[in-house]
């Protein structure tokens, strides 16, 4: 027991330095996007030719789309959701697997992402927004099921038995992101607020700096560029998730001054 707590003493120690010694930081709230898990091989949103997988994001992700077009849209998300099982999560999704499992103070992992590939590299303390591919949501009971295999043949809901309700569980544009109340609430408690491989286009996750900023937190960017909201945060690193994410989560833990000593 005692070779941890000295961790965590040097720990915040460490972070007590980077923040400028403002406010000690126990509280921590990290938002990911599609970025962190480029370096896995899925695609972005809105790569160099502003398309996602041949799309536009709003061709695919709206409620019309879906009533429009159900077979198109069932049948990307299926495709989507197949193709989680040809990557593995990355060194930036496993730093932050590491930094749940041995942070002392409290950590929220919000993300925006539909993947599983936090909780495959073993996060917890972890929430989608965005809902998940491998979650299907039906239209006529409300409920939400854990879902492996394809939507398009229209299977029945296993909850209410109604056929052909079932759809992706995704948040589309235009719904209400999930757990808004206990983000809110994680944002104002933050003392450190630190942004991950997302372009800063979609609210409310682009405005979740600004809130965590007034309620006083630090805030951290980590992104392959600047993203659109750069100027809200205190630092931007600009780099890939894979290299910058281990070197943030290991100072936070202490190891260059583990090392040192
Ligand atoms: P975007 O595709 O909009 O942005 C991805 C960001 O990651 C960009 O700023 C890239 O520069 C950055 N990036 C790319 N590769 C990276 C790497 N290896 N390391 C670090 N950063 C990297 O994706 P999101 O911001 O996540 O919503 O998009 C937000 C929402 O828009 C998504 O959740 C999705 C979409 O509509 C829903 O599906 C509901």
């Known amino acids: 027991m005692a070779p941890i707590l000295q961790r965590h003493d040097m720990a915040m120690s460490a972070i007590a330095a980077y923040d400028g010694g403002m406010r000690d930081i126990e509280t921590i709230l990290v938002l990911t996007g599609a970025g962190i898990s480029a370096e896995s091989g899925l695609a972005t949103f809105r790569g160099p030719d502003g398309l996602w997988e041949g799309h536009r994001v709003e061709e695919i992700c709206t409620p019309q789309a879906l009533a429009r077009n159900p077979a198109l849209v069932q049948n990307f998300y299926d495709m989507r959701r197949a193709a989680l099982a040809r990557v593995v999560p990355n060194a930036a999704h496993h730093a932050l697997a590491r930094l749940d499992a041995e942070w002392p103070g ?156």
């Open 106 to 261: 409290e950590l929220l992992i919000v993300t925006q992402n539909v993947d599983d590939l936090h909780e495959r590299a073993g996060a917890r303390r972890m929430l989608h927004m965005h809902g998940e591919l491998k979650s299907a949501l039906c239209r006529e009971c409300g409920g939400r099921v854990r879902w492996e295999g394809t939507l398009a043949d229209g299977p029945a809901c296993p909850l209410c038995g109604g056929k052909g309700g079932l759809r992706p569980d995704i948040v589309f544009f235009g719904e209400m992101p999930y757990q808004m109340e206990r983000i809110e609430e994680a944002l104002a408690g933050a003392d450190l607020f630190v942004s991950i491989g997302t372009s800063g286009a979609v609210y409310p996750a682009a405005g979740f700096v600004q809130t965590a900023r007034y309620h006083g937190a630090q805030t951290l960017e980590l992104n392959l560029d600047p993203s659109a909201g750069s100027h809200f945060f205190h630092e931007s690193r600009v780099g890939p998730a894979g290299l910058l994410v281990p070197e943030w989560v290991g100072d936070m833990l202490g190891d260059r001054v583990t090392d040192a000593g």
